[in-house]
């Protein structure tokens, strides 16, 4: 079993829903999670960063961690075309800053 | 502001040639720097990483070392290629200490290997 887990997609939404990304993990010790997004033939943007559990909102971007289930959300609301692209969440239990990544979940969001 | 530079952005190299990328950082000091490895549908590899200058902790054995001659030049190398290193190199920073801090990523380097 990976340690984080991410459903690979594509999601396909159309222009102006609600999106829900998610990943699971199963190291109780991480604490500290973000989430990327990267376009294609670029390296991933920092999108969200959030230590421990509860929300975090920034602009149309929410993130959630729920840390009792080992579930991480990402929110994206009124999504545009501009955020099709490949979302991947990282996590870490606070050791030598090294990341645990998921694989990627791509989106497409369409006119 | 801080930014990485990563280069080339694409390379095309025969089976055992030497290998030389590089990444460097400005804006901050003594950042710990990162070299990763992406495969299609297997998320991200971390190859190395480096608190800094000359300390070097390699993740996976493999064909490839790390050097950081300088604090803010972090270089990936290799005597000799192999078909298998093929795929897109990334180098990332973050601020050094103990807090963990988020990565920030170079726009990486497609290394094909013919």
């Known amino acids: 079993q990976k340690e984080v887990e991410q459903d690979p997609g594509p999601l396909s939404v159309p222009e102006g829903a609600i999106v829900s990304l998610n990943c699971t993990y199963s190291n109780s010790a991480f604490q500290y999670f973000m989430w990327y997004r990267q376009y294609s033939r670029k390296g991933p943007e920092l999108l969200m960063y959030t230590y421990s559990s509860g929300n975090k909102e920034d602009g149309r971007f929410t993130a959630q961690v729920d840390k009792s289930s080992k579930y991480i959300s990402l929110f994206i609301r009124d999504s545009q075309p501009s955020d099709s692209a490949t979302y991947l969440c990282a996590m870490s239990d606070g050791t030598a800053s090294k990341l645990t990544f998921g694989t990627g979940t791509r989106l497409q969001v369409t006119l | 502001s801080q930014t990485i530079h990563q280069w080339p952005a694409t390379l095309v190299q025969p089976v055992g040639s030497p290998l030389s990328l590089e990444c460097t950082v400005e804006g901050t000091s003594n950042p710990n720097l990162y070299w990763y490895r992406q495969a299609a549908g297997r998320g991200l590899q971390l190859l190395f990483y480096?608190?800094?200058?000359?300390?070097i902790s390699s993740e996976v054995p493999q064909n490839l070392s790390a050097s950081r001659p300088q604090d803010r030049q972090f270089i990936l190398s290799s005597k000799k290629l192999l078909l298998s290193d093929s795929g897109f190199y990334l180098c990332?920073?973050?601020?050094?200490?103990?807090?963990?801090?988020?990565?920030?990523f170079g726009d990486g380097t497609r290394l094909s290997i013919l």
């Open positions: 990332a920073w973050s601020v050094g200490g103990s807090v963990v801090q988020p990565q920030h």
């Open positions: 480096s608190v800094g200058i000359g300390q």
